[in-house]
């Protein structure tokens, strides 16, 4: 089914959501518009973004192209997150003050009364928990968000502001926005499906093709036009030099002769292999052109154990959940 619930909340999204407005230099104003198009088109209906993506303008831009489409406004999803708004000390962080007036300025960009859900970024562990809750609680109760839910926070963090909410009756979060793909499991297959069972929590995953590492475009190097050699990218380009990075370059040119043996392309397996996880909502697609956006949205619909199964032998770094090792 295309449609899920977002965690245990009522909120239905689309399975993938488009989550690129970030580099704005790359994508220009009509690609951006083209994408947001074909995605809403296919039924996308989750877009994502932040209040740091090119320092605003990215949130510009979609407000910009959601006023000139005309949808109508409860046709679609508008996520988007708070931490790292302006250069003062108190524009950043997770304090009532930030939260506030950071989710005002997302507003006023995305000229948007209200966002469906805002994230809580956690690089940040100034401000107290209770006082996080309150706001994001303040924040929904004034209309200006629909849910709120937490970004790269740990399950403990995310246990705690449960715990907080029903210990003052407030509003805990309904979703974690996790990074996830072959190399990068653990959180959400393991800590975040007992909190999905717990406490309801979904997964909204992104990079699920780690910066583009899956598709296989560095395999024989890094090419002068990819994202691994863009400024401020040396930490791309170092892991995909590094010997860590050969093995994994080793085992994607296993999985691609396994997507060709299946009958699709290897970001196509890669976004099926990250939807088959349980409390796994919606997966964020990164893309550049509607070429990728298309393949990308022609995820194989089924996922047999056998085939999961092949892979987790090919990957070699399934990991196991706290039941199976008191087993």
């Given at each position: 089914p295309f449609y899920r619930n977002l965690g245990k909340s009522g909120l239905r999204v689309s399975c993938l959501g488009l989550g690129n407005f970030k580099p704005l230099n790359k994508i220009r104003l009509s690609m951006a518009e083209n994408l947001m198009t074909v995605a809403y088109e296919n039924g996308v209906n989750l877009f994502d973004t932040a209040e740091v993506y090119a320092s605003g303008r990215a949130e510009i831009t979609l407000g910009n192209i959601i006023k000139k489409k005309g949808w109508r406004r409860s046709s679609f999803v508008i996520t988007t997150k708070i931490y790292w708004g302006g250069q003062a000390e108190?524009?950043?962080?997770?304090?009532?003050?930030?939260?506030?007036?950071?989710?005002?300025?997302?507003?006023?960009?995305?000229?948007?009364?209200?966002?469906?859900?805002?994230?809580?970024?956690?690089?940040?562990?100034?401000?107290?928990?209770e006082e996080i809750v309150r706001a994001m609680t303040f924040v929904i109760n004034q209309g200006m968000a629909m849910y709120w839910g937490t970004s790269r926070w740990s399950a403990m963090e995310i246990m705690e502001a449960y715990s907080v909410a029903r210990q003052f009756n407030l509003i805990p979060p309904v979703c974690e926005q996790a990074e996830y793909h072959y190399f990068q499991r653990d959180k959400v297959e393991v800590q975040l499906p007992e909190l999905y069972h717990k406490i309801g929590v979904g997964a909204m995953t992104w990079s699920p093709l780690a910066c583009g590492l899956i598709t296989g475009k560095y395999s024989d190097g890094v090419p002068?036009?990819?994202?691994?050699?863009?400024?401020?990218?040396?930490?791309?380009?170092?892991?995909?030099?590094?010997?860590?990075?050969?093995?994994?370059?080793?085992?994607?040119?296993?999985?691609?002769?396994?997507?060709?043996?299946?009958?699709?392309?290897?970001?196509?397996?890669?976004?099926?292999?990250?939807?088959?996880?349980?409390?796994?909502?919606?997966?964020?697609?990164?893309?550049?052109?509607?070429?990728?956006?298309?393949?990308?949205?022609?995820?194989?619909?089924?996922?047999?154990?056998?085939?999961?199964?092949?892979?987790?032998?090919?990957?070699?770094?399934?990991?196991?959940?706290?039941?199976?090792?008191?087993?």
């Open positions: 108190t524009e950043r962080g997770l304090s009532r003050k930030h939260i506030i007036e950071g989710l005002r300025g997302s507003l006023s960009r995305l000229q948007l009364d209200y966002v469906d859900i805002v994230f809580a970024n956690r690089n940040d562990v100034n401000s107290p928990m002068e036009c990819s994202r691994a050699a863009m400024k401020g990218y040396q930490w791309l380009k170092e892991r995909v030099n590094s010997e860590e990075g050969r093995r994994q370059l080793a085992k994607i040119k296993e999985l691609h002769l396994l997507a060709d043996r299946l009958g699709c392309t290897a970001a196509q397996l890669a976004i099926a292999w990250c939807l088959r996880s349980e409390g796994v909502s919606s997966v964020l697609l990164g893309v550049s052109n509607t070429d990728q956006l298309l393949e990308n949205l022609g995820i194989l619909s089924q996922m047999t154990p056998q085939t999961v199964t092949e892979m987790d032998a090919l990957l070699g770094n399934k990991p196991h959940s706290k039941k199976e090792s008191r087993a």
